[in-house]
């Protein structure tokens, strides 16, 4: 079983559309929760850091559920642009700090 | 302010070559880190530096070698290129948190 699970996608949506997107991870013991974008042949870059209590920014609103090992990304009104893979991202703070990177899920948004 | 530089960019071996991929970053961050990304499985660390003078495996290390040169430089040196090691290579910098900075990503395909 992989440490951190994403559907691959791609999720096909029309502008103006809400999408979300979920991720499981299997460490317990995480302690920080990441989404990150990836533009097709172009490096990862943060989007946003996920809070325990949930968190927004613009469009964007991320969640994390610790019982359940779970964490998600809403996206409202989709644009053009939102078009990428999202990374699922989840961190220990011990052992160098260290990351483990979900394979990412594909979006597409059709005008 | 440059961020993560990466050189080259793209690279075509064949089996049993050898070669080295650059990285700088400007951030006076005191970790590095190199990724490689394959379809489909996420980004997985090969090795890490957490400050200058220290390097440490990391998920996939076999066939790959590393050298923390200075705070700023990090490098990777495939020693004998195989068919396997054909990825996407990101190199990354951090400061005490756990976020990453990515640099654009360097193409190599061993034939």
């Known amino acids: 079983r992989k440490e951190v699970e994403q559907d691959p996608g791609p999720f096909n949506v029309p502008e103006g559309a809400t999408v979300a997107f979920n991720c499981t991870y299997s460490n317990s013991a995480s302690q920080s929760f990441f989404w990150y974008r990836q533009d097709c042949r172009k490096e990862p870059k943060l989007l946003m850091s996920v809070y325990s209590s949930g968190n927004e920014d613009g469009r964007f609103t991320a969640q994390l559920n610790r019982a359940s090992q779970y964490i998600s990304l809403l996206i409202r009104d989709s644009k053009l642009s939102d078009s990428a893979t999202y990374l699922c991202?989840?961190?220990?703070?011990?052992?160098?700090?260290?990351?483990?990177f979900g394979g990412g899920t594909r979006l597409m948004v059709k005008p | 302010n440059a961020g993560v530089t990466q050189t080259p960019k793209f690279q075509v071996l064949k089996t049993g070559q050898s070669m080295t991929l650059q990285c700088a970053q400007d951030m006076n961050h005191n970790s590095m880190y190199w990724y490689r990304q394959d379809p489909g499985m996420g980004l997985r660390l090969i090795y890490y530096?957490?400050?200058?003078?220290?390097?440490d495996k990391g998920e996939v290390p076999n066939g790959y070698n590393v050298s923390r040169l200075n705070k700023r430089e990090f490098s990777l040196r495939l020693e004998s290129a195989a068919p396997s090691q054909t990825s996407v290579y990101f190199c990354a910098s951090s400061d005490e948190t756990v976020r990453r900075i990515f640099g654009p990503g360097t193409r190599l395909t061993v034939l």
């Open positions: 991202v989840v961190g220990q703070h011990n052992a160098g700090n260290m990351l483990t």
């Open positions: 530096s957490a400050s200058e003078g220290t390097t």
